[in-house]
Nanobody, 117 residues
Framework: QVQLVESGGGLVQPGGSLTLSCAASGIALDVYTISWYRQPPGKQRQLVATITSNNNTIYADSVKGRFTISRDNAKNTVYLQMNSLKPDDTALYYC???????????WGQGTQVTVSS
């Protein structure tokens, strides 16, 4: 059974930090490209950050310089370190895993991040 489980969401004040985790079971994340997506209220899901099996990373312009995606293969977990959070970062955050473009993708159920004073 393949599962991706996000955790670490919560309420944080603007300028604060939060670290999200995506823990995998049934697959080995070290051979997957893992992406974090988010869906703000009333908006479509958007790509936030991606890390490849070679640890190459890309970020959406809206989060570059503030968010860091990383992986711990021993823990089969991918992280999203979120700094300098803004109210516009409020969203349901999902992780996604895919071996190759066009291959079946796996999604977690999401973790809520709310940035508010």
């Amino acid at each position: 059974q393949v599962q991706l489980v996000e955790s670490g969401g919560g309420l944080v004040q603007p300028g604060g930090s939060l670290t999200l985790s995506c823990a995998a079971s049934g697959i080995a994340l070290d051979v997957y490209t893992i992406s974090w997506y988010r869906q703000p209220p009333g908006k479509q899901r958007q790509l936030v950050a991606t890390i490849t099996s070679n640890n190459n990373t890309i970020y959406a312009d809206s989060v570059k310089g503030r968010f860091t995606i990383s992986r711990d293969n021993a823990k089969n977990t991918v992280y999203l370190q979120m700094n300098s959070l803004k109210p516009d970062d409020t969203a349901l955050y999902y992780c996604n895993g895919r071996v190759l473009p066009g291959a079946p993708a796996y999604w977690g159920q999401g973790t809520q991040v709310t940035v508010s004073s």
